[in-house]
């Protein structure tokens, strides 16, 4: 079974705060995804990564920023974050392939007051 | 307007019943359908996945495919309390590469 974890699990930062996602995978995947799942809109991707450097716009990445630093390592950064942004964060990884199945981490749930 | 849309929003099912889901893309160059199932507080994992016309089936779970009219169905007999979740569909294209387009979802609730 894949392993995906994330940290931290919880966050509750103001408007206006930094914040920073951790998601990290041994299972030696080349892709890293982020998504954020909200009620009404499913789950929608914000940014990609195939590889240590590589950053892939998602579907919905306007007021994110991401860095893949390593394999296994991939972050996602809120520099300003919003009342918006208040959401459950998603991070997945799959091996290299057009239909290879994507594992998911536990998820962090971000408030933003 | 979502890509990916999955009929009903919600579902209840006694025990031991049949429960239908299905799902649409209106993406032409979609070839590949994923169901994923997430559990109350937990992550999506993937039940199955389907590429060819037609149908397949694992244990309690068929899936149906018409990529035609890019439609599939999600199907899971005999239901148990355990099957209460969140599915999700998903689509993916080969020229999307690794990138997957989720539907909404349908929130199954079985009743013992």
Not at chain 1, 40 to 45: M, Y
């Amino acid at each position: 079974e894949a392993a995906v974890t994330q940290s931290p699990r919880n966050k509750v930062t103001v408007t206006g705060g930094n914040v920073t996602l951790s998601c990290r995978q041994t299972n030696s995947h080349n892709y890293m995804y982020w998504y954020r799942q909200d009620t009404g809109h499913g789950l929608r991707l914000i940014h990609y990564s195939y590889g240590a450097g590589n950053l892939q716009i998602g579907d919905v990445p306007d007021g994110y920023k991401a860095t893949r630093t390593t394999q296994e390592d991939f972050f996602l950064l809120l520099e300003l974050a919003s009342p918006s942004q208040t959401s459950l964060y998603f991070c997945a990884s799959s091996g290299t392939g057009n239909y290879a199945e994507q594992f998911f981490g536990p998820g962090t749930r971000l408030t933003v007051l | 307007q979502q890509k990916v849309q999955q009929s009903p929003e919600s579902l209840i099912v006694p025990e031991g019943g049949m429960a239908s889901l299905n799902c649409t893309s209106s993406d032409r160059n979609v070839d590949y359908f994923w169901w994923y199932r997430q559990h109350s507080g937990k992550s999506p994992k993937m039940l199955m996945s389907i590429f060819s016309n037609g149908e397949k089936e694992e244990g309690r779970f068929t899936v149906h495919l018409n990529k035609a009219s890019l439609h599939t169905s999600l199907h899971i007999r005999d239901s148990q309390p355990s099957d209460s979740a969140l599915y999700l569909c998903a689509a993916a294209s080969n020229s999307a590469g690794n990138k997957l387009t989720f539907g909404i979802g349908t929130r199954v609730l079985v009743r013992p």
